[in-house]
């Protein structure tokens, strides 16, 4: 579908207490097509006062017993079966809308939202077997081990996988007994109001899922500090999840934090090159790049360099960007002009900094895209790990090209990041592989293969890529307090 035939509008208001409402201030602002810069909707402007009504719910839904400990598990689970099946149901729209909202490529939302509703899926299954233990204490006593849900839980999350990175934080909150308030982030507010929507028609108790839609100092900042939350989950940018461990701290709020990278892309000579070279490239470049966990820093072993590289440039210069909603694009719009801004910034600074650009690719040719936030892929080659865009997170299309010598020398240099969430290594050879994966300092590793992430596995980072662990059963752990109930026998 064209983008120009899209002027429908998305306006909505939030929703709080199972009711949907303006902001108390009565404020709002727009969310924008990144494609060609159209506003598309008008949400409520949240702030401290419409987090605290939110708050309240939550807080009121949670002690009340209306979910948590006084709902039954098979009720929790069959609610979260029922989201899944509405947003299966709704999948089209659903992945068309993050398509506006955030411009990433149509067939990458529509597997985005298969596995939201494969995430809720798989956690209201999990929602009838959070057993407890009874560990052996002797003769005279017996000891209890149970599972509690942890209380109300602020949810923060990022534009680049809006809806995937909601559900991701949601589905498990819910499954352990939470309450939420889930606070999308300001360039993508529409698809956690769509999953509002459905929360509400499927039934699911006023209160136990609450959406407050604005910027992140007014309407997230007051989640940090009101001590009626009692847990963070946070995924965004490094600089924010400090700032929130901080914030956190004074109430002890328990806080998962799931944050950048700048993870190694490692190829070794005797890999199978036709995979590494298009693994490497959508794992730098899938998604625009707008990616925590995308394979930017590329090390390649000294004897096939020269071939990577040329082929690497050879397989750039094939994507073609344009609105995410054309079958024929393969690169989207950066999610914001401060998004392309900031990318472009790095791309600028580069040769400076002792980068040699090995390719730059095109903008769009479409005059209806003008005013889209568009960066084209560039590839750079860098001897050392010294320039900026060898070293900090760009969020963009931006490649770096390293060669190495030995397993040793790809570990050093794949460990040199201050960051440790993912690594890709390409090998034909198990030893190899297995000493690099076990040697790297990053919580993801991926063996020829780049970026997947399924919902049952396990996710989070080393270093300064985060605190906690989400997906799988692990998530879990994020919502849940455990109890030790002991029972003198004697
Ligand atoms: P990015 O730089 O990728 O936009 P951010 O870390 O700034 O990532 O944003 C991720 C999420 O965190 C967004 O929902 C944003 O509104 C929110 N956020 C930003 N600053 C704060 C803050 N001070 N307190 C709470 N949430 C915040």
Same mark, same amino acid.
């Given at each position: 579908?064209?983008?120009?035939? =899209? ?58 017993? %209306? ?6 598990? %098979? ?118 109001? %769509? ?47 400090? =700032?929130?461990? %901080? ?244």
């Amino acid at each position: 579908m064209a983008e120009h035939a =899209h002027s429908e509008r998305f306006d909505s208001q939030m929703f709080i207490g199972g009711q949907w409402v303006d902001a108390v201030s009565g404020a709002t602002f727009d969310s924008i097509n990144p494609a060609t810069g159209a506003v598309i909707a008008t949400v409520p402007r949240g702030d401290v006062n419409d987090v605290g009504r939110a708050v309240a719910a939550a807080r009121d839904a949670f002690d009340s017993g %209306r979910w948590g400990q006084a709902t039954s598990e %098979r009720e929790r689970s069959r609610l979260l079966f029922a989201i899944a099946e509405e947003v299966r149901r709704e999948r089209d729209a659903l992945a068309e809308l993050e398509v506006l909202d955030c411009g990433k490529l149509l067939a990458d939302a529509r597997a985005d939202i298969d596995e939201v509703a494969f995430m809720f899926e798989y956690y209201a299954g999990w929602a009838t077997k959070l057993a407890g233990d009874i560990p052996p204490v002797g003769p005279h006593a017996m000891s209890l081990i149970v599972n509690e849900p942890v209380g109300v839980c602020g949810l923060i999350v990022p534009w680049n996988y809006p809806m995937l990175m909601a559900a991701q934080k949601v589905a498990p909150a819910l499954a352990a007994g939470c309450t939420v308030v889930l606070k999308p982030a300001e360039q993508t507010p529409l698809t956690a109001l %769509r999953l509002a929507s459905i929360v509400e028609r499927v039934g699911v108790p006023a209160g136990v899922f609450n959406v407050v839609t604005g910027f992140g100092v007014e309407a997230g900042e007051p989640m940090l500090t009101d001590p009626r939350v009692d847990k963070i989950s946070f995924t965004g940018s490094l600089a924010v999840g400090r =700032h929130i461990q %901080r914030t956190c701290a004074d109430q002890l709020k328990r806080v998962t934090l799931e944050l950048g990278g700048k993870s190694p892309n490692i190829i070794y000579a005797d890999a199978s090159l036709a995979e590494a070279i298009s693994g490497t490239c959508s794992g730098v470049f899938g998604n625009q790049g707008e990616v925590c966990s995308a394979g930017s820093l590329v090390l390649v072993e000294r004897s096939i360099y020269e071939n990577v590289i040329s082929q690497l440039a050879e397989v750039a210069s094939e994507i073609r960007l344009g609105s995410g909603l054309d079958p024929d694009v393969t690169m989207g719009p950066l999610v914001s002009s401060a998004q392309r801004d900031r990318v472009q910034g790095y791309v600028a600074s580069a040769p400076s900094d002792g980068a040699r650009c090995l390719y730059a690719g095109d903008l769009p040719s479409d005059p209806r895209l003008t005013e889209g936030f568009f960066v084209p892929p560039s590839i750079w080659e860098v001897d050392d790990l010294a320039p900026r865009i060898a070293r900090e997170e760009i969020f963009g299309p931006v490649m770096t090209v390293t060669p190495f010598e030995s397993v040793d020398d790809a570990i050093r240099l794949g460990n040199s990041t201050e960051y440790g969430l993912a690594a890709a290594i390409w090998t034909s050879d198990i030893k190899k592989a297995l000493t690099t994966a076990r040697a790297i300092r990053a919580g993801v590793v991926w063996v020829n293969d780049s970026q997947p992430a399924p919902s049952e596995s396990m996710w989070g980072g080393y270093k300064q890529s985060g605190v906690g662990r989400e997906l799988g059963p692990y998530a879990l752990d994020a919502y849940l307090e455990k109890k030790h109930i002991y029972i003198n026998l004697s």
